[in-house]
């Protein structure tokens, strides 16, 4: 079983940035794609950003377009999610998952395997 570990959230002002990573033991990531998900409390799962396996292509949901950037470190074995512009309405606890294909599905049910996750909270 794909065992993932966030880090990098915090608490972060408005206006700033924050970088999230996503690990993996005993195997490499790039085997997989991989999303980051977002959950606020009192709202649905939803899909931030994904980046697939062989390509590299990338997703990402309208709300973050142009702040957050998903990238690949294959030297650490790390997805990371780099976010920029922060605002109050992107606090939420961040997971990362490995589709079960190698493309990002935006079906959440092909992600099998999820991190524990990592609170952002962006907030004055």
């Known amino acids: 079983q794909v065992q993932l570990v966030e880090s990098g959230g915090g608490l972060v002002q408005p206006g700033g940035s924050l970088r999230l990573s996503c690990a993996a033991s005993a195997f490499t990531l790039d085997y997989y794609a991989i999303g980051w998900f977002r959950q606020a409390p009192g709202k649905e799962r939803e899909r931030v950003a994904c980046?697939?396996?062989?390509?590299?292509?990338?997703f990402y949901a309208d709300s973050v377009k142009g702040r957050f950037t998903i990238s690949r470190d294959n030297a650490k074995n790390t997805v990371d999610l780099q976010m920029n512009g922060l605002q109050p309405e992107d606090t939420a606890v961040y997971y990362c998952?490995?589709?079960?294909?190698?493309?990002?599905?935006?079906?959440?049910?092909?992600?099998?395997?999820w991190g524990q996750g990592t609170q952002v909270t962006v907030s004055s």
């Open positions: 998952a490995t589709a079960r294909y190698g493309y990002c599905s935006s079906d959440e049910y092909e992600y099998t395997d």
């Open positions: 980046i697939s396996n062989t390509f590299g292509s990338t």
